[in-house]
């Protein structure tokens, strides 16, 4: 499995990298709670943007993300978004 590294570059966006491939993620930091769901996982950036994301694989990535944001939030604070 690639390495994976997980930042917060913006207030308004997370960044999440596996080995060479790298997203953004649309989440606002500003607000007192997160929202966050499987459906703001959309594409890696250039040159695999054509790389199909399957849903299952977006469950793991969005997992990933919601294990690292608890890390620094209160679970109560991540609102789960569909």
Known sequence: MDSIKISIPHFYCL?????????????DFRESRILFGVSLIKEWNEPYKKEIITPEYKKKIADNIISYLLKSYKPEDIM???
Not at 15 to 27: A, H, L, N, R
């Open 15 to 27: 960044e999440y990298s596996e080995g060479d491939k790298t997203m953004f993620v649309d989440i």
């Open 80 to 82: 789960e978004i569909s």
